[in-house]
C-alpha cells in the first residue's frame, strides 16, 4: 500500500505496524472498532538483521 491507499479519515491510527501495533488494531477490532488504520514506514533498506533493538 502506498500514501494514495490511505482513509481521507479514520477513526483510530496506530502507529506501527510490529508485533504490537498488530496486536493493538486486532484486539480493538475485536473489540467493536471498526474504523482502524494501520500505518507503518516504508520499505526499509537491506541490512541483514532486524529493525527492532
Given at each position: 500500500?502506498?500514501?494514495?491507499?490511505?482513509?481521507?479519515?479514520?477513526?483510530?491510527?496506530?502507529?506501527?505496524?510490529?508485533?504490537?501495533?498488530?496486536?493493538?488494531?486486532?484486539?480493538?477490532t475485536e473489540l467493536g472498532a471498526e474504523d482502524v488504520t494501520v500505518v507503518d514506514q516504508g520499505p526499509l533498506p537491506v541490512t541483514g538483521g532486524s529493525s527492532v533493538h
Open positions: 500500500m502506498n500514501t494514495t491507499d490511505l482513509p481521507d479519515q479514520s477513526t483510530t491510527v496506530v502507529v506501527g505496524a510490529g508485533a504490537v501495533g498488530c496486536s493493538v488494531a486486532y484486539h480493538l
